[in-house]
């Protein structure tokens, strides 16, 4: 048996991999959450001809386990305008909300991407972007222009130490690496000392 097939070296990680989730909590940190009433609830339900007492996914009609950001609230590291409100969010399955990630819902539902509804051989796709189509025109959201919308100092202030926290976690992962070779190689030295 060839054991080396069978075993599986952790992945590494990485200080500088994680800017992207450092930038994401930025731009999350920033965005409105408002909670709906009752009835906007209900009005979104029945837009999506979703029944209350069996809530299913919005996209491929599987159990939903939690709500969906419609359009993206970030793309290409900056807020997209959308925020967190009933006008924004539909019952969805994790399948589907991990697929989906930042993609314009449209494009993706129909695309080949891993755990997409197309994907995973979902019947009835179509009616599905009908009923999609009429959430997206309910209340003809348009994005926001944060920056316009705060004061100026404040806003830049906040990117600027995002950017401050990413080149030290860049500055960080070269220290890191050069540690790891460091004790990667003594290590190997007090390995080999041992086996004399």
Known sequence: MNYLSIFQMPKPVNV?????????SFVNGII??????????????QILGLDPLDLRCSYCN???????????????????????????LVPSCGKCNQ???????????????????????IQNIEE????????EYWKAVKPIIFEELVDKELW??????N????????????????????????YNSIVARGRQ
């Not at 599987?62 to 009933?86: C, Q």
């Not at 599905?128 to 959430?135: G, H, P, S």
Request: aromatic letters at 8%.
């Open 99 to 121: 697929s989906k990630g930042n993609k314009p819902w449209k494009s993706w539902i129909v695309s080949s991407a891993k755990l997409s509804p197309k994907s995973r051989g």
């Open 32 to 45: 409105p959450c408002i909670s709906p009433t009752e009835n906007e609830i209900k009005e979104c339900l």
């Open 163 to 186: 950017k401050r926290l990413n080149e030290l976690m860049k500055e960080s992962q070269e220290i890191s690496n050069k540690i790891q070779i460091q004790l990667k190689k003594r």
């Open 62 to 88: 599987d159990k939903s386990t939690e709500w969906d950001h419609f359009r993206p609230l970030i793309m290409n590291k900056k807020p997209t305008g959308y925020i967190s409100d009933i006008y924004n």
């Open 16 to 24: 500088s991999g994680r800017i992207s989730s450092i930038t994401n």
């Open 128 to 135: 599905r972007i009908k009923k999609l189509e009429q959430f």
């Open 156 to 161: 830049e202030k906040h990117w600027e130490n």
